[in-house]
Structure formats: structure tokens, C-alpha cells
């Protein structure tokens, strides 16, 4: 990946722990960032389609927006204002697609987890 795309999903990961910060979220959501969203890697015990579904699905900044946009709109009209966690948990998946696509994993094709949209990951990657 291009070293500009790098910098600009590093720019967003940080944005995001920021966010968290200022919003107050317990220290947990921090440590949920790094490897909550990867337990949508189970689905590939099932087979490549549903294992690339359930991860782009955790791993998808526009799930994630739509949860931060319902976090604020709860907030903010006092609506059950104890499901604040809905906007920390849009803001936690969108850190964590940022830091995995600063990393090079990207959002996968069902072809197998190494086939993403930002190119195939992994040592044979190198090799080609």
C-alpha cells in the first residue's frame, strides 16, 4: 500500500482513540480496539464466503459510521442515554479498520482471507 494511504488510515486510528478519549470510554474499549473486531475471523471455519461476509462486516467503516451517527443522535436527544456504548463501539471498529488497513489487511474477497481490495497479504504476496 502506498505510503500516503498508510499515513492516512494511521491519521484515522488515531482520530479514533482521540474520539474515545474525549468522549470518556472506559479503558477496555482501547484494548477492544486492537483485537475485538477479529473474532469475525470464526466465520472462516465455515467456509471463505461466509468467513470474508462476517469479517468485512465488523470490519466495515460504514457500519461503523452508522453506529457512531446513532451513538450521537442517542446522546444527544437523551434517548436511553445508557446505550452511549453504541457510539464507542462505531468509534472502536472504525480504529480498528483503520489500524488493520495501516497494516495492510483490507476488506476481504471470498476467494480466502489473504485476498483483500487492497491486494493479496502475506508472504507469497512478496514473492509475485
Known sequence: MKLILKLEELAMWI?????????????????????GPDVSMLGYLVNNKVGAWSYNLFH??????????????????????????????GLMLFGHS??????????KYEN???????GKIGKSAKDE
Not at 480466502?112 to 487492497?118: I, P, V
Open 15 to 35: 482520530l479514533s482513540i482521540l474520539l474515545l478519549y474525549f468522549a470518556k470510554a472506559e479503558w477496555w474499549w482501547y484494548a477492544l480496539m486492537f483485537l
Open 98 to 107: 483503520s489500524m488493520d488497513r495501516f497494516f495492510g489487511y483490507g476488506l
Open 60 to 89: 466495515h467503516k460504514g457500519v461503523a459510521a452508522v453506529l457512531i451517527i446513532a451513538g450521537i443522535i442517542i446522546v444527544d436527544n437523551n434517548i436511553f442515554s445508557d446505550l452511549i456504548w453504541i457510539g464507542y463501539l
Open 112 to 118: 480466502g482471507f489473504k485476498f483483500t481490495h487492497l
